[in-house]
């Protein structure tokens, strides 16, 4: 069964940062297309950064050399890193396993100003 459960979110400062985790289960992370998007309140899921299997990475402006997307394929997770964070960057995080269209559960990223 193919599943990803995140973890990782919280409240932090603006200007600070936050690891995201997506942990994959039923499937190698990293034969998969991976990508990861956010949701703020009232607004629709927005796309904001993937991997692919071969290594390359692809960002939203919005996040572009803030955000670093990479995986751990010995322990079959993926990861999000955030940094200089922002009070727009609030949302809930969700992975998907692009090719099965897997989603997480999402976790929430709350920043304060």
């Known amino acids: 069964q193919v599943q990803l459960v995140e973890s990782g979110g919280g409240l932090v400062q603006s200007g600070g940062s936050l690891r995201l985790t997506c942990a994959g289960s039923?499937?190698?992370?990293?034969?998969?297309?991976m990508t990861w998007h956010r949701q703020a309140r009232d607004k629709p899921r927005e796309w904001i950064a993937t991997?692919?299997?071969?290594?390359?990475?692809f960002y939203d402006d919005s996040v572009k050399g803030r955000f670093t997307i990479s995986r751990d394929d010995a322990k079959n997770t993926l990861y999000l890193q955030m940094n200089s964070l922002k009070p727009e960057d609030t949302a809930v995080y969700y992975c998907q396993n692009h090719d099965s269209n897997t989603w997480g559960q999402g976790t929430q990223v709350t920043v304060s100003s």
């Open positions: 991997l692919f299997p071969g290594g390359a990475t």
């Open positions: 039923g499937f190698p992370v990293s034969d998969e297309i």
